[in-house]
């Protein structure tokens, strides 16, 4: 997929070559369930990686991304149960949110949207208007409301427009036209 999922993919495999004498096999599953969020199809979905990894022995399960964690937390039982998980690329507060069990552990991210806009505004001093772009999902409307929150505090010092939930070919046309 994306670029973060490549160097986070890299740095999976690279932790586990050099940190073991033994071959460990990794297997990646993007299983895009922010996009597919029908509990139907991840029902199938969870039934068919059960019925693919029958016949291994999981020692592990990584789940990037909070709705990866929340499919392999919910499925759990059905898939690879007792089999420990690691979550990635989950932020801070998403993890406060959850009630965990003990052997679901990761390293939260801090995801900073207020320090991010600061370091944007100090780069580009002259800047009028900010536009925040956010997809359609659960977790793009977590963070569009995250987004809206912390902004806030901005906008007195610049004018912030969100485009949200937009078809690609509408967002594409629509940020064609931007102001510089």
Do not use: C
């Amino acid at each position: 997929g994306s670029p973060g999922s490549a160097l986070v993919d890299q740095g999976i495999r690279s932790a586990f070559s050099h940190g073991s004498r033994e071959q460990i096999e990794v297997h990646n599953e993007y299983v895009e369930v922010s996009r597919f969020a029908n509990a139907a199809y991840q029902q199938d979905l969870a039934d068919f990686l059960r019925r693919k990894y029958a016949d291994r022995k999981v020692d592990l399960v990584i789940a990037g991304l909070s709705t990866a964690l929340d499919f392999a937390i919910r499925y759990r039982e059905r898939l690879l149960a007792n089999v420990p998980i690691v979550f990635v690329a989950v932020d801070e507060q998403e993890v406060r949110n959850r009630t965990l069990a003990p052997d679901i552990i990761g390293a939260p991210i801090r995801m900073d949207l207020a320090d991010s806009l600061d370091l944007a505004l100090q780069l580009h001093p002259q800047t009028e208007q900010v536009f925040v772009i956010v997809g359609k999902s659960k977790f793009d409307a977590y963070w569009e409301t995250e987004a809206r929150k912390v902004f806030q505090a901005h906008e007195a010092q610049v004018k912030i427009s969100y485009l949200s939930g937009l078809p690609m070919a509408q967002l594409l046309e629509r940020v064609k036209h931007l102001p510089n």
